[in-house]
Each structure stands twice: as C-alpha cells, then as structure tokens.
C-alpha cells in the first residue's frame, strides 16, 4: 500500500479550513500512517488493517469537530479491510539450486518413477524431468512425485481393481530442416500436435476415487495399494491438459483432479491408550451431563448453544451408537439407527445437532429429494460411476424422510432395499453395469429417520410392507407417547442455552478411540435378555429379530458400558449390573414402541410372564406400582389414591389403576391393595 495514497485522497487542499490547521492535520495522518507496509503478504496486510482502524478513529474525532468528511479516504479503507484473496493466480517458480538438479541427475540415470521429498511444483518437476534428460547419453524419462500438496479426505471407490500401468513420461522426437533433437514431456503436458513419440515410460499405479474434506472429488494414483477409508495424502494434483495420452482404459481419471501420492498416511486414532483417552476427557471435563447436554445441543452461533432437551435413555442411546465398537466374527458392522415418528417429534433438530458434531462434509440426505440411486453406487454417465452417499460418509450419515427414498412397493421391495444391505454391513463390494464398475465399501454408520408412511404405524405392518432381511439391520424405534409428551411440553417452556462446547475435533478423537476396542460383558446375559422378548413376537417380527438383533443388542451394550465408564473414569471398561440394567431398559422401550397399538393386549396377556409385562406399563402405571410397592405393597385404594394425587389427577389415577388390575399387576383382597410380589417382599 502507497502511503502517498492515503494523503491524497484525504484531499486537505478542498477542505474549507484555515491553511494552519490543514498543514496541521495532514501532518497527524502522516504520523497516524507511518507504519503501514507497502508488502501485501498477509501479516502486512493485517498490520496495515489495524493502522486503517485508527486512522477511521481519528477521521470521525476530526470530522465532529471541524464539521468536515473525508469520503473518498473512508471509502477506501472499506475496500481494503472488505475485501479478501479467495484464490490467487502466483506463476509458479520455476528454478532450482543446481546443486539439487546434479544430485538427482547423479542418482537417476534410467527411465523411472521416483519420490523427492522436497515441495516442488509442477514447473519445477518438469525442471527436474529436463535436468536428468539431458545429462546423461541414454537420455532417461524421470517423473517425480513430490510432498507438495496435502488433502485429507477418504477412499470412496477403485477406479481399477487392480494395478495398472499408466503412461507418464513420453521422448518427442523433434525435426527441422537444420536440426533434429528429443525433447521429454510428463503426465500433464499437452504433447504437440502429430508428437512423433520415439520413447515411453509407463508406471505401475492403483487408481482411486477420492472424496476430500473439502468435498473436492479426485482421481488418486498411488504407487501403494490404499483401503477403502480415511486418509491423509501428501503428493502433487496436476491438470491433465492432454487426455488422448492417458489411454482409454483410465481416461476416468479425467473426470477429477488427479492427484499423485507421495505418502498416504490412514486415519490414525489420536489417542493411543486408557490413559490418553482419560487425560483428555478430563482436559474436556467431561461429566454426564456436559455428556448428555454435548449431544443434544445446537450450536446456533458464537458462544450461543441450545441444548434440545430428551428422555436420558434416549441421549444414552445416541451415545451408544457414536461409541461402539462393530461387531460381527467374520465382517464386523455397526448398528444403524432407524427412528419412526410424526411430523414435528424433534427428528431433525435432533438430527441437525449431531450432523454439526460428525466432522461431515456431506450435508443431511433430504428424502423428499433423493431417491436410492443417490445412496448407492450408480452409472448415469459413462466411464464415471457415482459412489452413492452411503459410501462417501467417513463416520456418519444422516438421511431425513428415509421412507420417501426407499419407496413402499411389495413388487420391487427386495431390490430396492436389497441394493443397500452389502453396503450397511459394511462389505467390500464390486459394482457395475454397462456404464462402468466401481469397488466400493461403507465405513459409516446410518440415522435414519423418517415419518411412518401409510401402514407402519406398527412394527408388524412395517415388516409386511419391507423386506425384513433389510429392516433387520436397523436397530429401530418408534418413539413412544413419553418420549414425544416430553418433546412437546419443551416446545412451551424457555429455551436452555448454554456456553460450553466441546470441540468437534476434540470430541472426534474420543469417539473412534471408543470405537477401536471392545468392552467387556457378559455375552449369556445378553442372550438371556434377548430371548426373554422373542415370546411377545408374531412369527413374521421374530424372523426380522432373530437374524440380526442379537448383534445390534451387542454394539449396544458395548457402547452402554463405554458410555458410562467415559463419563466416571473407569478404565475397565467392564460392564456393572448398571449397564445391565441400563440395557434392558432401552431394549424394553425399544421393543414397547413397536406395539404402541397392541399394549392393552400384552399387558392383560397372562401366558406372558407378568415381570416381562411390567416393561410394557406406560410410565404412570408404573409410578402407581412403584408407589404401591414403597407403601409395603399392601394398602387400602384411598390411601395409595392420596399418596398418587401430587403426581396426576384423579381421573388418570383411577384409568391406570384399572390397568394394572386387567393385567393382575395389582390384586383387590378384603379391602386392599395388593401388590403382586407382596407375597416375595414378605
């Protein structure tokens, strides 16, 4: 910045003041402005920036004072502190110290594909590529892959399943009528028109689609064979200027940038151990209930957060499914979430709050858009297979109105839902069609939520309209009447809003720790629990729960005891009769919201065993038992109907107790109430 413009456009000679006075202030914005930097690297312009802000403090002072305006001056400290370099065009530099170019033409003298550690850039490459050409008799094709550039990002797909040999370096022959020579050209020259190639070096590369943080898609070459997952890639991108050079069988990677890697760096689990993980949780200050408010807040703005309150299990639950670890003996997979309920439960604002904890590029899938062939690899375009979105999520993804994607058609129901399965257990597949093949892999796990189409308002319509192999790897709930009761009665209070907020990355690192052991518990507990719901199943539901639930119940349970042993500091990771009971509790609210129709009929079902019932009694029934069984589960109506009263009105008393009589959860006898384990209390 010229310091001279600043005293020009100030414009002193126009102003209507005493000479004595413009000399005066025109000699203050000399000393005001000294110190600006005529560079326009970043820590000048922030400099400069600063003295313009003292500069528009002295402007106003004076302005108030002499009843004057400098318009055009102000106008441009606007533009400059307004304005930012999104992208720069810089001509790249195109030397190098010559000691270096000698040190690689005296280490390569034969046509290869080499690594430098060193930051070069494309110019400098073809630098290197001309250096080594020409300083040896045999006139060898070098290219150089350098640590230039870095992106982070994950594996979506194989552009080839194996590895192929790609042209990289190609010996022009030159001719004119005085002179012939050889001139080397590298992957992303353009060659010259009817290029008389007398020479070409080809390497041997895996070749990959790769989705970036920054939602950016490349054609990633690597010498090195890469999973299908998160990585770190260091390397150089080039712009492919010639694409008859590539070959027909790779001209996919035309569609991207393509980027070559120097090194790839998988995605490594911050913390190492026990030790780490609670030294950082405890830097966190993480407690159950930062925990649970954590989850269920919305970060609206700076030092703004709502937290978007929730039944405890429920958060408990959410929390589970960020922590568990994938369970399965051959290909472990995740459990994924399926949550059923009407238009205005708290769905998406729920959804939207984990969705800004996920570190996802890939913003909440709309349903009322989308249709299965965005979740799943596609083929619309030649030669360039789209992924699908289940695929390109690293950790989570979110689809809202999952009902409107996977339409309701008992024809085609298997085919479209079946598309999905390989995908949810995270299976390494192969996908194709006359457009194209990609091998592709999810290593995210799935929310979905949606509202219950016409004719699933139940777990046993749900399974008659889907197919159930597809139904059963979701761990699905309908939300019940408490939970939504309590959605709607937040809905009338005061919003909670809280300051505190862990960072997303801080948070990130807990979590695939969690994710990368497996906790301890009771395997035969587990199967106790299970069965012990099978006996409230219609055959076509058992079907659905038997093939997979038993594994969602495992990553529950893994994540239940991760939860609790986070938030307490216990390094055993070992399950307590807590989690045990913490367990049953949401697997019995879980099952309970599939029946929300049908609870009449298994509470007052007596081939059921009553304590199995009991985990179906809607939550007043239940604070009347409880309270029955604190009164010692013997005691007249009136006196129990008293000690009820604080709680809910005489209506609803009298319509529970009715309740727990049909089920003969409270027995009348010579005047009281009984209890039914009055005789085991005895």
Same mark, same amino acid.
């Given at each position: ?84 370099? &999104? ?48 300083? !040896? ?9 350098? @640590? ?39 992957? %992303? ?30 054609? &990633? ?5 890469? @999973? ?36 790839? #760096? ?5 913390? =190492?151990? !026990? ?34 309150? !929730? ?14 670890? =994938? ?43 989308? #249709? ?18 289940? /695929?390109? /999520? ?23 839902? %079946? ?16 457009? %194209? ?42 939300? #019940? ?85 986070? #938030? ?44 199995? @019932? ?15 069984? =604190? ?52």
């Amino acid at each position: 910045m010229d310091k001279n413009i600043l005293i020009s456009l100030a414009g002193f000679k126009k102003l209507h003041l005493e000479e004595d006075l413009k000399i005066e202030l025109e000699g203050k914005l000399n000393k005001l402005i000294y110190r600006i930097n005529e560079l326009n690297t970043d820590e000048a312009i922030r400099e400069n920036i600063g003295t313009l802000e003292i500069v528009e403090e002295w402007i106003d002072k004076v302005s108030k004072k002499h009843d004057i305006g400098f318009p055009d001056l102000l106008a441009f400290i606007e533009g400059y502190k307004g304005s930012t370099t &999104v992208y720069e065009s810089v001509k790249e530099k195109g030397t190098l110290p010559i000691a270096m170019l000698k040190s690689l033409a005296s280490r390569h003298s034969e046509n290869s594909v080499i690594k430098i550690n060193s930051r070069l850039n494309f110019t400098q490459i073809k630098l290197v590529t001309k250096e080594i050409f020409e300083e !040896h008799d045999n006139q060898p094709l070098v290219f150089s892959i350098p @640590r230039t550039q870095k992106i982070n990002g994950k594996v979506i797909g194989e552009i080839s399943q194996r590895k192929v040999k790609l042209p990289i370096a190609w010996k022009v022959k030159i001719k004119t009528k005085e002179d012939e020579y050889y001139i080397p050209y590298i992957f %992303g020259e353009r060659l010259p028109p009817r290029a008389n190639i007398v020479d070409e070096v080809s390497g041997e590369f895996y070749l990959y689609r790769f989705l970036s943080k920054t939602n950016t898609e490349y054609a &990633v070459i690597s010498t090195e064979e890469l @999973r299908l997952d998160d990585y770190s890639l260091e390397g150089l991108s080039i712009d492919v200027e010639d694409v008859k050079i590539i070959g027909d069988a790779h001209k996919l990677i035309n569609k991207y940038a393509v980027f070559f890697v120097h090194t790839a #760096t998988s995605h490594i689990i911050e913390l =190492k151990d !026990h030790d780490q993980l609670f030294k950082k949780v405890s830097k966190l200050k993480i407690t159950g209930n930062k925990l649970y408010q954590y989850i269920c807040s919305h970060h609206i703005e700076e030092n703004k957060v709502q937290v978007l309150e !929730h039944p405890k299990w429920f958060v408990k639950l959410t929390s589970a499914f960020l922590f568990h670890r =994938k369970k399965g003996k051959i290909c472990p997979y995740p459990m994924h979430l399926l949550w059923i309920a009407d238009r205005g439960t708290g769905k998406t604002t729920y959804m939207e709050s984990l969705h800004q904890k996920s570190g996802e590029v890939q913003e909440i899938i709309a349903g009322s858009t989308s #249709t299965v062939k965005y979740l799943v690899p596609s083929f619309k375009e030649t030669n360039k297979p789209e992924m699908g979105a289940l /695929a390109k /999520a690293s950790r989570l993804v979110f689809v809202d109105e999952f009902f409107r994607i996977v339409r309701v058609n008992n024809k085609d129901k298997e085919d479209e839902c %079946g598309r999905m399965n390989d995908l949810l257990e995270h299976k390494d597949r192969m996908a194709g069609s006359g457009q %194209g093949r990609i091998r592709t892999s999810m290593t995210a796990r799935l929310l979905a939520s949606t509202n219950p189409i016409a004719g699933t308002n139940n777990i046993v319509n749900l399974v008659d309209k889907f197919d159930d192999a597809f139904l059963s790897r979701f761990l699905i709930y309908y939300q #019940t009447d408490d939970h939504i009761k309590l959605i709607n009665q937040k809905k009338k209070e005061e919003d909670i809003f809280i300051k505190d907020w862990i960072p997303v990355n801080e948070f990130l690192s807990v979590q695939d720790y969690l994710q990368s052991f497996d906790a301890v518990y009771d395997f035969s507990r587990l199967v106790e629990t299970f069965d012990r719901f099978i006996s409230f199943l219609g055959e076509t539901v058992r079907g659905m729960y038997e093939a997979r639930y038993l594994h969602h119940m495992e990553c529950l349970m893994d994540g239940i005891i991760k939860t609790r042993c986070l #938030t307490t500091r216990d390094k055993s990771f070992t399950a307590t009769e807590e989690d045990y009971q913490d367990l049953e509790l949401i697997w019995s609210i879980m099952i309970k919201g599939w029946f929300r129709q049908n609870i009449d009929e298994i509470l007052r079902n007596e081939s059921l065993p009553i304590e199995t @019932r009991e985990k179906f009694l809607p939550e007043e029934a239940l604070f009347i038992l409880r309270k029955l069984a =604190k009164l010692g589960y013997k005691v007249s109506p009136r006196e129990l109907k008293d000690n009820c009263k604080h709680e809910m009105n005489t209506n609803k008393i009298s319509f529970y107790m009715s309740l727990l009589h049909q089920g003969n959860f409270i027995i009348e006898r010579d005047g009281n109430l009984i209890h039914y384990q009055w005789e085991a209390s005895e």
